[in-house]
T-cell receptor
Framework: GDSVTQMEGPVTLSEEAFLTINCTYT??????LFWYVQYPGEGLQLLLK?????DKGSNKGFEATYRKETTSFHLEKGSVQVSDSAVYFC??????????FGAGTILRVKS | GAGVSQTPSNKVTEKGKYVELRCDPI?????LYWYRQSLGQGPEFLIY????????DSGLPNDRFFAVRPEGSVSTLKIQRTERGDSAVYLC?????????????FGEGSRLTVL
């Protein structure tokens, strides 16, 4: 079945450092890919998405590119802030319409 | 409010009891999903409704779990004979678009603790 694998955390960075969180997937067909974020004490919210190969999703300085050849959707940000501290989930939505999540990566940004 | 609403936000119960968790989706969203999230893990799919019918219930762990959506809006997740292993945050989400490209909007969850 469909699955998502993302890098284990926690990831601890200093403010203004470069961020990469790796995500790879296994799916039948051509799924849509998502990054969701869960800030402390809040619900899951969509960060960005890409619906076809080579699409780049972007929001709040975060970017991820849908790479079909490597089945990856790595999350990047050039300069993180303390307010980016959260749990980040990579997810895919395929032919079954349900969203399949990775295990999540905790990001801690220190000032 | 405009978002997905879940009640109760917290529920503590004893092993063996019956529990109901309610979800009120965003108005007009025809698709409704239930997920379960255990500590340190990603959300795990339970069941998906399209309108009033369960389109996919393959994630329900056993027959103690059941969900309904009788009028195609509010949904209730029902857990019978609760076990300590059922303790988790139960998330509800809704979606406007039927296809795979659409975003799911999540509620803040119902935290269930089974003592």
């Amino acid at each position: 079945g469909d699955s998502v694998t993302q890098m284990e955390g926690p990831v601890t960075l200093s403010e203004e450092a470069f961020l990469t969180i790796n995500c790879t997937y296994t799916a039948t067909g051509y799924p849509s890919l998502f990054w969701y974020v869960q800030y402390p004490g809040e619900g899951l919210q969509l960060l960005l998405k890409a619906t076809k190969a080579d699409d780049k999703g972007s929001n709040k300085g975060f970017e991820a590119t849908y790479r079909k050849e490597t089945t990856s959707f790595h999350l990047e940000k050039g300069s993180v802030q303390v307010s980016d501290s959260a749990v980040y989930f990579c997810a895919l939505r395929g032919v079954g319409n349900k969203l399949v999540f990775g295990a999540g990566t905790i990001l801690r940004v220190k000032s | 409010g405009a978002g997905v609403s879940q009640t109760p936000s917290n529920k503590v119960t004893e092993k063996g009891k019956y529990v109901e968790l309610r979800c009120d989706p965003i108005s007009g969203h025809t698709a409704l999903y239930w997920y379960r999230q255990s500590l340190g893990q990603g959300p795990e799919f339970l069941i998906y409704f399209q309108g009033t019918g369960a389109a996919d219930d393959s994630g329900l762990p056993n027959d103690r779990f059941f969900a309904v959506r009788p009028e195609g809006s509010v949904s209730t997740l029902k857990i019978q004979r609760t076990e300590r292993g059922d303790s988790a945050v139960y998330l509800c989400a809704s979606s406007l678009e039927v296809g795979s490209t659409g975003e799911l909007f999540f509620g803040e969850g119902s935290r269930l603790t089974v003592l």
